[in-house]
């Protein structure tokens, strides 16, 4: 009969009901070919005591224990498998062999596979397949390399965390039902990569405003950041960014906001979860005083003016005793930096550096916008003509009229008035004296009767000179490179709409350095930032007008 066992290549312990001794039965022949004495059956005295017995069963257990696969072996290197489906223990041997089956008590729970996921340096995530006969899984306990304390844990699956790189770990887990029955303990073993998941050290927290904020993030990796995370799950407010800081803007006011932040490694390994709360600021007494959502936009900048003057805001009342103003009645920012940003072409938070505009000033009823950025470097015009009148046109006006205004949707083309722009230019002296006579030979009571209604143009040389700072309004443009700091229209080289007056191929930029030019000809290429006016209809609807908090409008 041992002859017949080395021709054996896979055997099956069969769970019967019969009077016979347990048999290995070959599964090609149905018949006995060894008895009981070549198999040991060992039973767990209690659960989850570790403690066997030798069991004199002839027969396997249908209920009331659980095959443990690690301990269970044969002398000669024979291989067993359990099948929790037909409960038969498969041997896979090509001779003979005596074997050691050793089956863990429970009661009516127990754990019959473990997987393991998302190993890393620190972690490894456990997946636990188990089974309760009589309630339903409440709790899982995990003990490491033998310890006798074992860590609760209410979710599957487990997070294991604060490992040791290249590390191997016995990992022990057994679960708890509802019933308060106790499963087997299983056993795995899994080795850590020598790759540790990011950390993220603080969350620090900066320019708190009635409806936003900014978060600074301050983490370490093994490798590279991929991404950072930031969620607001109460408001299902959400982004991510490629650097350590995001803006968070539109919120409420005086709203405290529990923020969770988690960031993301080049090898798609995610860091811990960092929950902070930051309460926004209270509303500027302005804004709900003077400008409320709903409100005519022009109007809303005009009170800005009135409640808080130049200190808050920087915007200049252009009237006849205004100091070297342009005595026109406008209202218009100055200065290195202030608050006149709007968001313009796009409804999303926070708003695409290429939505941002700058409010020039308040010209009647209208708003005068300038974009923030250049769309590119353009030629005034190519065939070097300056001429600009009913019937002959520069290339630049193609190109903001038509290649500009064409990226811009019908929704927000229509917020854009057609306006009267000014385009009879001026001669050299003029256009490079002080803000106050450039103004009144552009654009006013000297200016030339030469118009085009159009709705994008180039700003005009006077309104850069009157974004600077009003000190520097006594200063000839030729010379405004010393009012280049203190003028936030400064973006460096770029076209105005202002031609000269005295010569048919020259227009006037702003140099690289901050001052007006004296002899460019147009067909240099030279950056372009599209102007334009709001219609008188175009309403207020949030935001402080800085950077972060753009002014919305509908």
Known sequence: ????????TIVIFNNTNSNESNI???????????NNNMIT???ETDAGTGIYEETKDTTWPESGYIFNENLSGCENGGELEYNSIN??????????DRCYVYFDKYDGVWIDNVSVTNVTGSSVTLNVGATSENGSITTYYYALNDSEEYIESTTNPIVINDLNKLTEYKISIYAIDSTNAKSNIYE??????????PVINSVEVSDITYNGFTLTVNATSDVEIKRYYYIIESNNISGTNTNNSYIFTGLGSETSYDIVVFIENVNSIYSNKFIITVKTDELPTFLTEVCKSGDNLASCITNFYDVSGTELTNIYYHISSLANGAADNSYRYAGANPNNYVCFGSEAIPCPSDNLYRIVG????EVKLIKNTSIGNYQWDSELNNTWNSRTKP?????LNTTFLNTISSTWQEKIATHEFKVGGMSYSNGGSTPRIAYNYEVGANSSSTTDRMKIGLMYVSDYGYAASNSYWTTELFNYDSAADDNWMYLGSEWTISRRSDGYNYAFPVISGGYIGETNSVGNMRAVRPCFYLNSNVTYVSGFGTQSDPIRIQ
């Open 395 to 399: 290339d630049i006006r193609n190109t």
């Open 1 to 8: 009969m041992l002859l017949t066992l080395v021709l054996i």
């Open 41 to 43: 059956m060992m039973y």
């Open 188 to 197: 795995i073993s899994v080795s850590t990569t020598d790759e540790s998941k």
């Open 87 to 96: 409960k038969t223990v498969n041997l896979l041997s090509n001779k003979s």
């Open 24 to 34: 290995i039965s070959n599964t090609n022949k149905d018949k006995q070919v060894i």
């Open 362 to 365: 308040v010209f009647g009823l």
